[in-house]
Structure formats: structure tokens, C-alpha cells
């Protein structure tokens, strides 16, 4: 089970740290991650980590959104700093078995919706 924790609402500019507990197994070696998606957009792949520590941001949250992990709480986090409106969307967070991240993921989280206003 993967549950997420965190959302809120924001004015811009301000920051939100979400985090998603990995419940029943070990997140030790998982790749995990985020996505987020916004009323009537697609999908979109926010963060990842591997299960070896790489990690990749999509291009418009890198240098404000930073992906961690602790495996020894099965936990994975992501600050958000300098939100703008744009950053609304419902966050997902994701894993999957295989150290190296997948396309489609085993385990998805209900969601956290995240309100950024201007």
C-alpha cells in the first residue's frame, strides 16, 4: 500500500513538502516517484529516484523540487519550493519493484491534491 501525505493549500512562492509511506513492504531498492496531474491536462511524471539513487526531474519543477528517500522508514519525500499556480494538480506517488525506473509503475498512492493561488 502506498499512501501520500502533505498536500495543501499555498499561496505562490511558498513551499510544501509531501511524503508517501510505503506500507507492507520495504522501499529498500524500489524505484519511486511522483506524478502529478491538473484538471483536463495529461499526466505527467514530476520526480523518480531509482533503487540505485538516480534521479530525474521533469524540466519544469527541476532546480524547485527536490525527490528523497529514507529507506529505513520506507518513506519518500518531495519539497516544493517556489510554487507557482501551475503546480495544482492531484501529486501521485509511485514504485515499483525494479531498481531501475519503469514507464508503468506496480503501486500508485490515492493522491494529494496540491493548491497553489496566486
Known amino acids: 500500500q502506498v499512501a501520500e501525505f502533505g498536500g495543501g493549500s499555498v499561496q505562490a512562492g511558498g513551499s510544501l513538502r509531501l511524503s508517501c509511506l510505503l506500507a507492507?513492504?520495504?522501499?529498500?531498492?524500489?524505484?519511486m516517484g511522483w506524478f502529478r496531474q491538473a484538471p483536463g491536462k495529461e499526466r505527467e511524471e514530476v520526480a523518480k529516484?531509482?533503487?540505485?539513487?538516480?534521479?530525474d526531474y521533469m524540466d519544469g519543477v527541476r532546480g524547485r523540487f527536490t525527490i528523497s528517500r529514507d529507506d529505513a522508514h520506507n518513506t519518500l519525500y518531495l519539497q516544493m519550493n517556489s510554487l507557482n499556480v501551475d503546480d495544482t494538480a492531484v501529486y501521485y506517488c509511485?514504485?515499483?519493484?525494479?531498481?531501475?525506473?519503469?514507464?508503468?509503475?506496480?503501486?500508485w498512492g490515492q493522491g494529494t491534491q496540491v493548491t497553489v493561488s496566486s
Open positions: 509511485v514504485a515499483d519493484w525494479d531498481r531501475v525506473c519503469p514507464m508503468v509503475f506496480d503501486f
Open positions: 507492507g513492504f520495504s522501499s529498500n531498492g524500489l524505484c
Open positions: 529516484i531509482s533503487g540505485h539513487g538516480q534521479i
